[in-house]
C-alpha cells in the first residue's frame, strides 16, 4: 500500500517562500499524477497544483505564477516551492497521488497534511 509523507510547512511572513516536498513509500505498479491540495479554516479543500505522470503542470487560478510543482518519478517525490506567499495562502496543505496498486483497482492516497502559515 502506498503512503504520503510530506514535510517543509512552517511559518512564514508574507512575501516569503516554502518548499513543501512529499514522499510516496510502498509497492505500486505506478504513480499517475500527483498534486497538492489545501484548506483552510471553515473552507473546502481546493486544488493548488497537480503534475502528471509525464511532467506537465497545472495550477489554480490564485496560485500561478507564484507556485511551481515539479515531481522526481525515480524517487517518487512531488514538491511544490511557494513563493510571494500572501496571508490568504495559510492552510494545511496535503498531497495526493493517483495510484496503480499491485491489485487491479486505482486508489487515490492522500497525505496527513502540512500546516502553512503566512503571516502579514
Known amino acids: 500500500q502506498v503512503q504520503l509523507v510530506e514535510s517543509g510547512g512552517g511559518l512564514v511572513q508574507a512575501g516569503g517562500s516554502l518548499r513543501l516536498s512529499c514522499a510516496a513509500s510502498g509497492i505500486a505498479r505506478s504513480i499517475n499524477a500527483m498534486g497538492w491540495y489545501r484548506q483552510a479554516p471553515g473552507k473546502q479543500r481546493e486544488l493548488v497544483a497537480a503534475i502528471s505522470s509525464g511532467g506537465t503542470p497545472t495550477y489554480a487560478d490564485s496560485v500561478r505564477g507564484r507556485f511551481t510543482i515539479s515531481r522526481d518519478n525515480g524517487k517518487n517525490t512531488v514538491s511544490m516551492q511557494m513563493n510571494g506567499l500572501k496571508p490568504e495562502d495559510t492552510a494545511v496543505y496535503y498531497c495526493?497521488?493517483?495510484?496503480?496498486?499491485?491489485?487491479?483497482?486505482?486508489?487515490?492516497?492522500w497525505g496527513k497534511g502540512t500546516l502553512v502559515t503566512v503571516s502579514s
Open positions: 495526493n497521488a493517483d495510484v496503480q496498486p499491485m491489485g487491479p483497482y486505482p486508489m487515490n492516497v
